[in-house]
C-alpha cells in the first residue's frame, strides 16, 4: 500500500510528527503551503475564525498527486477547537475511495468540539477515517508548591 503524509504547520510541531511518521510508515511526505501566508496575528484572526467556519484557503500546488496513494494521512494543528483552514482545502481535494488517517497537533492535546463534523467532511468526500489522533505539543503546565 504506498501511503502518504500530507501536513500543514504553522509553528513547526505539525511538521516533526509528519517527519517522524512518514519515516515510521515509509510514506512520502508533502508540506502543503496556503497561497496567503498567516502572519502571527492573522493566524488568531483570520485563521480561527475561518477554522471555526471550516473555510477553505487557496493552496499552493501540491508536489504530489494524491490519487497515486492508497493511504493518505493529514495532519493540521488544532486553531480555536478546529483544524486550521488548510485542512478544508486539503479534504476538498481527495479523491473518493481513499483511506484517511488524521492526526491534529494541539497545545492540549484534544479536539471535542470539532472531531465529529471533522471525519463527517472526509467521510462526505467517500474516503474511509481509518484513525483520528490528537497529539498533545504543551507540556501541561506543572503545579505549582507553595
Ligand atoms: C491561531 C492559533 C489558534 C490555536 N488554537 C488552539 C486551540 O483552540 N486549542 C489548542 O489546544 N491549541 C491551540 N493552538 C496551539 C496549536 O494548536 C499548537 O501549538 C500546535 O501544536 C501548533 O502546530 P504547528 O506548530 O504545526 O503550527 C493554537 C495556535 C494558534 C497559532
Not at 2 to 9: D, G
Not at 30 to 36: A, D, G, I, L
Not at 39 to 63: C, E, I, T, W
Not at 100 to 116: D, H, I, M, N, T
Request: with cysteine; proline share 8%.
Amino acid at each position: 500500500m504506498s501511503e502518504l503524509v500530507l501536513y500543514y504547520t504553522f509553528g513547526g510541531a505539525t511538521q516533526k510528527e509528519a517527519v517522524a511518521l512518514a519515516a515510521q510508515r515509509g510514506a512520502a511526505l508533502c508540506e502543503v503551503f496556503p497561497q496567503k501566508p498567516y502572519s502571527f496575528l492573522g493566524s488568531f484572526l483570520r485563521g480561527s475564525y475561518g477554522a471555526r467556519h471550516r473555510k477553505a484557503v487557496p493552496l499552493q500546488p501540491l508536489n504530489e498527486t494524491l490519487a497515486d496513494f492508497d493511504v493518505i494521512h493529514i495532519g493540521c494543528p488544532i486553531w480555536g477547537g478546529y483544524p486550521a483552514p488548510v485542512f478544508n482545502s486539503v479534504v476538498g481535494l481527495l479523491p473518493p475511495h481513499k483511506k484517511v488517517e488524521l492526526f491534529f497537533c494541539s497545545a492540549r492535546g484534544e479536539s471535542p468540539k470539532s472531531s465529529a463534523g471533522t471525519r463527517a467532511l472526509v467521510e462526505a468526500r467517500g474516503c474511509t477515517v481509518a484513525s483520528y489522533r490528537d497529539i498533545r505539543t504543551e507540556a501541561a503546565p506543572s503545579k505549582q508548591k507553595k
